[in-house]
Nanobody, 116 residues
């Protein structure tokens, strides 16, 4: 069974930085897409950043220039480097992978709170 475990969330001041990690495990033979989403209470989950197996990255306009998604092609673990954090970045962040067969798997989320 495929499982994703997130870590790295916490409380930071505006302008600070965090690095989120996502560690997939299980019967994984090929990951087509690795992505990070975020969600606040009462709002729909939204895509933050994604990277394809070919290395193509996409970012939401609100995080361009501040967040970076990274991966090591030799391992399944991937990261979200968050810099210049703003209060509006506060959310639960979820990692997601899309496997062969176009099936998505989600982590349980990690809380990021940006506040002074």
């Amino acid at each position: 069974q495929v499982q994703l475990v997130e870590s790295g969330g916490g409380l930071v001041q505006p302008g600070g930085s965090l690095r989120l990690s996502c560690v997939p495990s299980g019967s994984i033979f090929g990951i087509h897409v690795k992505a990070w989403y975020r969600q606040t209470p009462g709002k729909e989950r939204e895509l933050v950043a994604a990277v394809s197996s070919g290395g193509i990255t996409t970012y939401d306009d609100s995080v361009k220039g501040r967040f970076t998604i990274s991966k090591d092609n030799a391992v399944n673990t991937f990261y979200l480097h968050m810099n210049s954090l703003k209060p509006e970045d506060t959310a639960i962040y979820y990692c997601k992978i899309k496997l062969t067969g176009d099936k998505n798997y989600w982590g349980k989320g990690t809380q990021v709170t940006v506040s002074s």
